[in-house]
């Protein structure tokens, strides 16, 4: 694999030359390129640039696709942490490439990048999403009520009840969880995280009425029980939610029956 | 700039570039097993929980025997030196002990095969490698568990 | 090729899509296009709250806040759409509640409410609480629930793909919709979507401006669909910018923020507010206040070396406060500038924010071909559409609260039309204009590239048509994106591969904003006052006699093939309300 060395002048944003207090620093970034239309293998290919360490991935990332090559392909939109678009494995761990600094992953050492783990890979850093969302489907992601008729104002709920299932509303189906777990890289038909923590976001809403279904879904042979408990979804988390803990409450409430 | 650019313009022969192309890509890299609409199959049984929850509670009680176990043939009344014919002959002569070691065995065996499936299930990538790994692991249990359940209720200490 | 034959297409998958999507596939058999998935959409990025008068807090009714919006949009809302706003915005937020939307409950358990920009008590007496709110992450919420309503009606999505041309058929005299064409990301392939009615749901457009709070992926694709085909855009001079964005990068910081109480300050730490908006203060409408840390940045009192922002002050609120109630943008302040918000104060700057303007819809969101005529079968809904509820002035949590009830309008109404409707034949070749598009870059041996082009589309914009605009500056502007659309003929991309060619959709993106920029800047250059967001320091007072009108702005092909903006005007309903001058 060749690896490109540019010249400073080609490189995205540079500082004018002898510029002293630069806050610009030269960093490696080493990505999994995989592009089928051209060559079976993925491949690492590296690429030197010029950047502001308070700078995001997803910034180093544009930098090359806008600058030096255009081939390179991601998923991206809101670039702030919020729509879930750029999960992928930085320096072998998952995050969103937008919340993720340069100055945090030590740019002294090549950066890696590749796609997230345990979906189809379809080209350089894009996965096929749709066996995550069927996970996710799968579920039973919506509040069920047994009501025949609505009320007409709202449905009470108290602050305590509120806060019972506050940490799970904030997924944003970004994967990270999900592909970070080592079942799931294995075996794909696991829930797995995500789809877990969506579904204790209903098990546990007072207003719901279908926890009991819900449970039996993940009572199943690709249910909650294949959790290892090794927290790498908590980890990989970008909202912060305590992924296995919430995975946790899931078996608790399968044995005592009580959410 | 880099090779897989190199190969785009077709410039210089590398190894498998002419064989894909736009029209004509290569497969996708898949994961072993993924979800699809139809999978997986839902079984709505208890198995996994029961399996869950026997693995912690005979992971507890396992500690009590194994412990107890270890205690008695390798640390009190001289340790391991006694050990002979006659004192596993004299212990089972009491149904205390033959069931302890029943406990022990059965558990012991359950618990270590379950363990194993969920490694399998964990780690064994190709269907045909897993069904082997635990027709093997399943056969080995049952037999150890057979075999030793056996010998606990017919010893015979007058053998000879 | 594939054609697809759907009774209502809705292109788009963020608030408005989802919630015409709802409505419509109980009733028609319907396909929502959109090139992202769902959840991906910026409706999620929304973070104040959802504006109602449900009265759960403090006296309330939908007649203030209709009065509010009006005065908010500097009178050049019509008045009916706002009326239907306010008094459908109960209805829409208890919907959500219904859904499973988990709101902030107050201590007697029902939906919680907070103040926001703009929104008072009897006609500006004093801040209000109405916006309903869940935590900092409302849009958030707003967008999951509505995904998750999809997928309980068993909603049909095509994600990404990604609609680059709207058909138009002539039927006896009528330009009826025939369907739209979509470009299929993952295979390069080019879908033709048959379909009796089309809703377009597609966002905003705020990527010409440089620093946004809007997505990369914001790029008014549905805008410059319509108006390539001969329809008008109206009001695209009416931009807004959200006061309080993230100092150069533009990621927005709640008004919410200013709703529990921040502050704005200067440089000699001032609560400058105070002089430019008695009453309201820190809490008057978006435009106002980003013209007043404009104002305190010219004459010298903008923080840093540079002097070129402001602080968003909360380190006199409690932390509990600030984890429970804007959890979301002390992270930001962390993440992205390394900056403690329980003790120090957070560097803002105004950020481009929310298109006003867009395709013109009456109040069932069906789309308007010049000042009354209707397209049979074409309707919009969401920042896409202009109704006009947002006049020249958006207020904040207006935008969630329109995506809702004239996105369920819209729906509704579209799916009605297409149970009585009959299939609109296809022109002939109704890919050709989209694949012509598509090889001509592919195969293009141009010496331009997208990223140079995009970059000084944006500055330009930044600099001259931003919150400040004078004759001269958006002349600038005019001169240099006519340029730009010059240069991008010659544009060339380095992907000609046809999976996943995210090179081509950004050229494509990127010739969108060019033609909407045109538009903005022509629309601006033409509107010799100020009002609502748009501000010209050459004309610096409202004119109601010249201007109490809205801008509809239609693509003419000349003979010889060059292309212009022509202007003409549309007058605004008023039922209620006379303008007044207007004050905070």
Redesign the interface.
């Known amino acids: 694999?060749?690896t490109?060395v540019?010249d400073k002048s080609d490189a995205a944003g540079s500082p004018e030359p002898g510029f002293a207090d630069s806050p610009y620093i030269t960093v490696t970034m080493r990505i999994r390129?995989?592009?089928?239309?051209?060559?079976?293998?993925?491949?690492w290919?590296d690429f030197q640039l010029e950047i502001d360490p308070?700078e995001r991935v997803l910034d180093a990332l544009h930098k090359i696709?806008?600058?030096?090559?255009?081939?390179l392909?991601?998923?991206?939109?809101?670039?702030?942490?919020?729509?879930?678009?750029d999960a992928m494995r930085i320096n072998g761990k998952n995050r969103l490439a937008c919340?993720t600094?340069i100055k945090d992953i030590n740019p002294e050492k090549p950066i890696t990048v590749e796609a997230i783990?345990?979906?189809?890979?379809?080209?350089?850093l894009?996965v096929?999403?749709e066996?995550f969302?069927?996970?996710?489907?799968?579920v039973m992601?919506?509040?069920i009520t047994k009501d025949t008729n609505?009320?007409t104002?709202?449905?009470?709920?108290?602050?305590e009840d509120?806060e019972r299932?506050?940490d799970t509303?904030?997924?944003?189906?970004c994967a990270a969880c999900t592909s970070s777990c080592?079942?799931f890289?294995?075996?794909?038909?696991y829930f797995g995280p995500a789809a877990i923590v969506n579904a204790h976001r209903?098990i546990f809403?007072s207003?719901?009425e279908a926890g009991e279904q819900r449970l039996?879904?993940l009572?199943?042979?690709?249910?909650v029980?294949?959790c290892?408990t090794t927290f790498n979804c908590t980890d990989a988390c970008p909202r912060?939610i305590e992924v296995t803990k919430a995975i946790a409450e899931v078996?608790r409430a399968?044995?005592t029956r009580r959410y | 700039m880099s090779t897989t650019e190199t190969n785009a313009a077709g410039i210089g022969p590398v190894e498998g570039a002419s064989l894909y192309s736009v029209d004509n890509p290569a497969p996708v890299i898949e994961p072993p097993r993924k979800r699809t609409k139809k999978t997986p199959k839902s079984t709505r049984g208890n198995f996994e929980l029961a399996a869950w929850l026997f693995m912690r509670l005979s992971g507890v009680v396992l500690v009590v025997l194994v412990i107890g176990h270890l205690l008695i043939q390798l640390v009190l009344d001289g340790g391991v030196s006694k050990i002979g014919f006659a004192f596993v002959a004299g212990r089972w002569a009491s149904p205390f002990w033959q069931v302890w070691d029943l406990l022990m065995l059965w558990l012991a065996m359950l618990h270590g095969a379950n363990g194993l499936r969920t490694v399998i299930n964990d780690y064994a990538e190709r269907p045909n490698i897993r069904l082997w790994l635990k027709g093997l692991l399943y056969t080995a249990t049952v037999f150890t568990i057979l075999l030793g359940t056996l010998v606990i209720f017919t010893f015979d200490p007058n053998i000879r | 090729m594939k054609i697809h034959k759907y009774d209502t297409v809705i292109v788009g998958a963020g608030g408005a899509g989802m919630r015409a999507a709802i409505e419509s596939t109980k009733r028609s058999r319907t396909a929502v296009l959109t090139k992202l998935y769902p959840t991906r959409s910026h409706t999620g990025a929304a973070q104040g709250g959802m504006a109602a008068a449900l009265a759960n807090v403090e006296e309330d009714n939908w007649e203030w806040h209709t009065f509010d919006t009006v005065k908010g949009g500097d009178y050049l809302v019509d008045q009916d759409a706002a009326e239907i706003l306010a008094k459908e915005a109960i209805d829409s937020v208890l919907d959500l509640e219904k859904m499973g939307l988990p709101f902030n409950r107050t201590p007697n358990g029902t939906i919680d409410q907070r103040r926001f920009g703009g929104h008072s008590r009897n006609h500006g007496e004093a801040p209000v609480r109405r916006s309903c709110y869940a935590a900092d992450r409302t849009g958030h919420m707003i967008l999951q629930t509505l995904y998750q309503n999809c997928v309980k009606e068993g909603v049909e999505f095509f994600n990404e793909f990604y609609v680059l041309d709207q058909l138009i058929t002539e039927v006896d005299g009528v330009r009826k919709s025939a369907g739209v064409v979509a470009y299929e990301l993952a295979t390069g392939e080019i879908h033709v979507f048959q379909a009796k009615a089309v809703i377009y749901a597609s966002g905003g457009t705020g990527k010409f401006f440089k620093v946004t709070s809007n997505a990369h992926t914001l790029t008014g694709d549905g805008q410059a669909a319509v108006y390539r085909r001969g329809l008008p855009l109206e009001d695209m001079e009416f931009f807004q910018f959200h006061p309080t964005g993230i100092w150069r990068m533009g990621i927005l910081l709640t008004e919410g923020a200013r709703g529990e109480g921040g502050i704005l300050r200067n440089k000699d730490g001032e609560r400058f507010m105070e002089k430019y908006a008695p009453v309201m203060k820190d809490l008057a409408s978006r435009d106002v206040v980003s013209r007043s840390i404009y104002t305190e940045i010219r004459e010298g009192r903008g923080c840093g070396p540079e002097g070129d922002h402001v602080y968003l002050d909360l380190t006199h609120l409690p932390p509990e406060q600030l984890d429970a109630k804007l959890p979301d943008i002390t992270e930001f302040a962390r993440t992205y500038l390394g900056i403690e918000p329980y003790t120090d104060p957070i560097p803002i700057q105004p950020t481009a924010h929310y298109a006003m303007g867009g395709i013109p819809t009456n109040v069932q969101g069906e789309v308007l071909a010049d000042n009354t005529t209707v397209v049979p079968g074409l309707y919009a809904a969401g920042e896409v559409a202009c109704v006009s509820v947002h006049g020249a002035n958006r207020l904040g949590t207006n935008s969630l609260l329109d995506i809702n009830v004239f996105g369920k309008r819209a729906g509704i109404a579209a799916a009605d039309y297409s149970q009585t409707a009959e299939f609109v034949e296809l022109p002939e070749n109704p890919e050709s204009l989209v694949v012509e598009q598509i090889e001509r870059l592919r195969s293009s041996t141009g010496t331009e590239r997208v990223a140079e082009i995009r970059r000084e589309l944006q500055d330009t914009m930044d600099a001259n048509v931003m919150v400040f605009r004078t004759e001269q500056t958006i002349k600038t502007a005019v001169e240099k994106i006519a340029e730009l659309r010059a240069r991008y003929r010659n544009v060339a991309i380095q992907d000609k591969g046809k999976r996943f060619n995210t090179d081509l959709l950004e050229a494509v993106e990127l010739g969108n904003l060019l033609d909407l920029a045109e538009v903005m800047a022509v629309s601006a250059l033409a509107r010799k006052e100020s009002r609502g967001g748009h501000y010209r320091e050459d004309y610096p007072h409202r004119d109601d006699i010249n201007f109490m009108r809205h801008t509809m702005a239609y693509r003419e092909v000349g003979a010889d093939g060059s292309e212009t903006v022509r202007l003409d005007y549309k007058p605004v309903v008023q039922t209620r309300y006379q303008p007044m001058e207007r004050k905070y």
């Open positions: 694999m060749a490109p540019l390129r995989f592009n089928p239309e051209i060559s079976a293998d993925a491949v290919e308070k696709k806008w600058d030096l090559d255009g081939t392909t991601f998923r991206r939109s809101c670039a702030h942490g919020i729509c879930g678009s919340k600094l783990k345990g979906l189809t890979v379809l080209k350089d894009v096929d999403m066996p969302f069927q996970a996710y489907r799968d992601p919506f509040l609505e009320p104002r709202e449905r009470l709920q108290s602050a509120r299932f506050d509303t904030k997924c944003i189906l080592p079942v890289w294995n075996d794909g038909q209903f809403d207003r719901d039996e879904i009572n199943d042979r690709d249910g029980w294949r290892r912060g078996k399968l044995i």
